[in-house]
């Protein structure tokens, strides 16, 4: 009996099947965790061009709920806003490793607590995985401070 291919099996999982660039609209919203680390303000270091975060959210961040405020108009109403696709995912460095679009790009599995895989929205934030409770508004004076996430093994 010949084993069906892992790439095609219908019974598995789109996010165990499909690369980035193969996945529709719905998938790539649903590969979200919805940790909030793209929302972040990011500095550039001038001398090596290493790309920070600091705990300053964006402006249309809702940090109680890790939210966009206004996704559909994100781009246009905040110009440094830069919607993630397959080459900046392999790109962003800065994204963490529990990033379901950068462990995807990488062939790793999702962590447990993954949205698609708890079935819960909140379980990021349980694991420590999100923003909400180190991020501030970006406008709301107080000094932006550069962070630093912990790395899966």
Sequence with gaps: MTQPD??????????QTKSLEELDADEWEALCDGCGHCCMVHLADEDTEEIVETDAACQL???????????????RRVPDCQPLTPDRVRAAHWL????????????????DWHPLLSEEREAVHAA??????????????????????????
């Design 96 to 111: 963490p490793e529990t990033c379901g679009y950068r462990r995807l790009a990488a062939g790793r599995p999702l962590p």
């Design 61 to 75: 961040l809702d940090i109680p709920t890790v939210r966009c405020s206004d996704y559909a108009h994100r781009h």
């Design 128 to 153: 420590g995985a999100s923003v909400r409770y180190i991020a501030h508004p970006e406008t709301d004076g107080t000094p932006w401070n550069v962070i630093e996430w912990w790395e899966e093994e």
């Design 6 to 15: 892992p790439h095609t099996d219908p019974s598995r999982p789109f996010w």
